[in-house]
């Protein structure tokens, strides 16, 4: 029945199921999400249950003019949008989308992107209000990268084309005009994954730059992996079951997008379920947004929680009862607050004042 499985594959769900004690309440709906979510919700996952061809699905998700609250800067009034081509490491092209503040400061902080939409849909419009509220400050360049997608292009090519792109963004530093010393990664959902594992890589190859990092409702594990994890007895990984048929993004579309990914047969590895290491020392400073109402919701308490015990500086906020993707209804207090954390996160970094989280 189109791309939306009946059955959950790799978790089980028992029949005297209950929440668990630290992180169940965060599921009880948040009262202004629910007079205006569940009928967008309803209609959004019909989509998923017809019969098309991958091309025709993918282009559900793309919308090259989103939407955007009020407030957010404005191009050709606030910023400037430039979008141009670079090259990757097997030679291929893949598309940056540059966001300018017209009174962008000389060697401004580079904030790189990294999209949502599970690996497999979406492009940089989907964070496209973060992008330009982001851009709004004077000291940051905004660049999001266009990664190619699964099932096509499977891991680690978004990993690969991650990051290539940001080597190509400290090489061009003069170009885009920003310090390639003082860079913020970050992303949503699979961009949350990518940042997290860009920041890995970039640690172990001795890529130099990121001075911190933004990880917005991330997918950090793979659930047929949760046993796997690092001292898993310590975590509280029950959203995925608690949450299961929760709006916007449920249990079993992740299990979609995690085939698409990683296919059926998934390996353990940390550069796509970071949760998994266990060396998380070194990394850069980090914050970790998480919705309660989402299947993602424990991994992503999880490897804040992980973040924190290597010694990472790391703050966490979870938002009650709304689901994945909350802030695409940016009249909720949730949504207000969370794009009011992100903006200050990043000035604050791009200040260089990193010791105050």
């Keep these: 029945m189109g791309y939306l499985r009946s059955k959950l594959e790799y978790v089980s769900v028992p029949s005297n199921f209950k929440p668990g004690p630290k992180h169940g309440h965060y599921s009880d709906m948040d009262a202004e999400y629910a007079k205006v979510g569940p009928p967008l919700a309803k209609m959004m996952l019909e989509g998923w249950t017809k019969d098309m061809p991958m091309e025709q699905f993918k282009a559900m998700f793309l919308n090259e003019d989103p939407p955007v609250p009020e407030d957010c800067p404005q191009p050709g ?7 141009l081509k670079v090259p990757m490491r097997d030679g291929a092209e893949r598309e940056l989308k540059i966001y300018k503040n017209f009174k962008a400061q000389k060697n401004a902080a580079l904030v790189y992107k990294m999209h949502g939409g599970g690996w497999t849909v979406g492009s940089h419009e989907i964070d496209e209000a973060e992008n330009r509220y982001i851009a709004g400050l004077t000291n940051v360049v905004v660049v999001s990268i266009d990664y190619r997608m699964a099932p096509e292009f499977p891991f680690p090519y978004a990993l690969h084309d991650s990051v ?7 090489a061009h530093a003069s170009k885009l005009g920003i310090n390639p010393e003082r860079i913020i990664v970050g992303g949503c959902s699979a961009g949350g994954n990518l940042s997290a594992a860009l920041s890995i890589v970039a640690r172990n190859d001795g890529i130099t730059g990121i001075v911190a990092q933004h990880l917005s409702i991330p997918v950090t594990c793979h659930p047929a992996l949760f046993d796997k994890v690092p001292d898993a007895e310590k975590y509280e990984l029950l959203s995925y079951i608690q949450n299961k048929d929760a709006d916007l993004v449920n249990a079993a579309q992740m299990e979609f997008f995690w085939d698409c990914y990683t296919g059926k047969d998934t390996k353990l590895d940390v550069l796509h379920s970071p949760l998994l290491s266990r060396n998380l020392s070194g990394l850069p400073p980090a914050m970790v947004q998480v919705a309660g109402l989402d299947p993602l919701r424990d991994e992503g308490i999880a ?9 990472v500086p790391t703050t966490l906020h979870v938002y009650k009862g709304v689901p994945h993707g909350f ?3 940016p009249t909720l207090d949730a949504s207000k607050q969370y794009f009011s954390r992100l903006v200050e996160f990043v000035e604050r970094h791009a200040k260089g004042l990193s010791s105050k989280l």
């Design 303 to 311: 490897y804040a929680e992980a973040l924190k015990a290597h010694g």
């Design 164 to 170: 290539d792109g940001l080597l190509w963004c400290k």
């Design 77 to 83: 009034k606030d910023i400037s949008l430039e979008r």
């Design 327 to 329: 802030y695409g209804f």
